[in-house]
């Protein structure tokens, strides 16, 4: 694999671009390119700086976003090259949207290697060195969780590859692929020991983040995805159960807790919240535009977009009433389609913009979206005949993680802190992973503390809706429950894949919601109109079918090779080697645990 021939001098012409997530003290570091590699492990800020340029490249670059090209076949769902969407109708092995991905990961993980060989022939005291390795076996866990849940066994390269080197590296089994990540953050574990973040800088990777990721990869291991004949009754719930429990006591120890409120994670005033276990920072001037505010924005209040980041239907339905139970079978509150914003889970309010509702963007005060034809602008709007309209537009926006502050021309200065892993993930990954071992009274009580910080009611038999201790039922509300509660953070399709029910979207399309004025609200008040005088109970709403401008209608299309990528041709034939997935041409690797 000629990825990892191990050139020393590779990385010190980037150490000039470094990452802003780690102390700046570390960065302060003068002529880094005349620097020789050999020094770079006697100097704890080179080290550093080393170390932050691996932050930079391993970790995310911002919030997940869905492409503009995806969203009538996969809107609600992320769209990029380590966390995207594939329409396996038309993806083949030599055009696979992960196909950059792949190489780019052993690109990262090679560097990391080199950290973890050269390191130890250097002469930093123990305290530094033990800080660095441990947040450097972090980040090669981190890379190769990447790559196994989307491939599954991959080449596992533990030390720097030299010319003298056999370049043709087959695939690890998916088994010890999995063991070398544990294994690696078990050491980081050890080694991070009284650091909830390394030197208290919080856009550094500690023990926090390792308790949780191991949490993670352990429900992986454990998911259908990797074991389709025997899901939930295998082994390794076990072990997803203990090391869930174990991250949730000592986050607990560390000071970790969900935040008071759900619309306060993402607030800017509030960031480095005890919520936040794993952060990539954004500062201005420096870092923004995390969240690409710019594309999430109602293009009337933006600027250099087309809109590409609109909730559809199928996540408005998604959330309960205010008392915990599904639209249309709650005791206390009534549903209609009509007015199905009122009395929903406070997480819709804190999320989602509708027609009507007050989205105080560019600082304008009481401003209100509209989305119909007459009040909202031409580049807001949505028809009731979305054949005629840009086919992106669903009715609906997004409100989570921006900063309506900002003017429109600004949009790019978001610096919304993108969380990685948070507090609420551990909780609701102990919650499946105790329904799937005995344990499902307590998966409903970690369910419920999630509703009560969401500002569901408890009602009077404190059930928050909650009336089943059923396990596959219990488990749909999981699924459903984590649906809402990462709604924009990029889970839900990872969700769908881990717990192999991707294929039951086939045949069913997406939706979005037009808003017309009602009849008595004709014809228009200007003075209304220009005060946001208009409110969301003025319109009558249609629930239709997004549309493309050059295809009817798109329903989902989805094989059952989806749950597993193919490798990337251009890979295999720089390494005959590598044995092709099972399902993908002629592929007869087993990316599963069986």
Known sequence: MQLHIHKKYLLFTALVVLIISCNRNVLDVKNLNAVEPKLTWTDPKLANAYLANLYNRVMPNGWPARSSTSTALYSGLPVDEKRGVINSTTIQVNSHPWAGAFEDSYTDIRQINILLNEIE???????TKGKIVGQALFLR???YFLLVRVYGGVPLLLEPQNLTDSLRVPRASTADVFNAILTDLDKSIQLLQGQPFVDGDKGRIGLGAALALKGRVALYKASPQFNPSNPYNNAYWQDAY?????????????????????????????????????????TIPTKTDGRNEASARPLSQTANATGADN?????????????????????KYGYSDQTFWQNRDPRFNASI???????????????????????????????????????????????????????????????????EIRYAEVLLNLAEAANETGHTADAVALLKQIRQRAGIEPGADNSYGITTTNRDEVRKL???????????EGQRFWDLKRSRTLLS???????????????ANLPVDDAKKNTYGYVSEDFNYTVNTLYRTTVDNVTFTITDNVYFAP?????????PKLIQTTGWGDGTFNPTLE
């Open 121 to 127: 022939s250097g002469t930093l005291d123990a305290a």
């Open 141 to 143: 866990a981190y890379s």
């Open 478 to 488: 999981i699924y459903n429950e984590r649906f809402v509660e990462f709604i924009f």
């Open 353 to 419: 913009v509708w027609n009507g509702s007050i989205y105080e963007t560019g600082g304008i005060a009481g401003r209100r979206q509209y989305t119909d034809d007459i009040l909202a602008t031409a580049t807001d709007s949505y028809s009731p005949n979305p054949s005629t309209q840009t086919w992106s537009y669903t009715g609906l926006y997004a409100r989570k993680g921006l900063q309506p502050e900002l003017k429109a021309a600004e949009v790019a200065q978001n610096a919304v802190d993108w969380i």
């Open 242 to 282: 203990n090391a869930n429990l174990t991250a949730k006591t000592q986050l607990g120890a560390l000071g970790f807790g969900l935040n008071a409120d759900y619309a306060g994670i993402w607030s800017i005033s509030n960031e480095g919240n005890k919520e936040a276990i794993l952060t990539v920072k954004f």
């Open 505 to 519: 979207l086939n045949g069913t399309v997406q939706q979005g919601i037009a808003a017309t004025l009602k009849p």
């Open 567 to 575: 490798i990337p041709l251009a890979q295999i034939q720089k390494n």
């Open 311 to 331: 909730p559809v239907w199928s996540m408005v339905k998604a959330y309960t009433m205010k008392d915990g139970y599904p639209a249309g079978s709650s005791p």
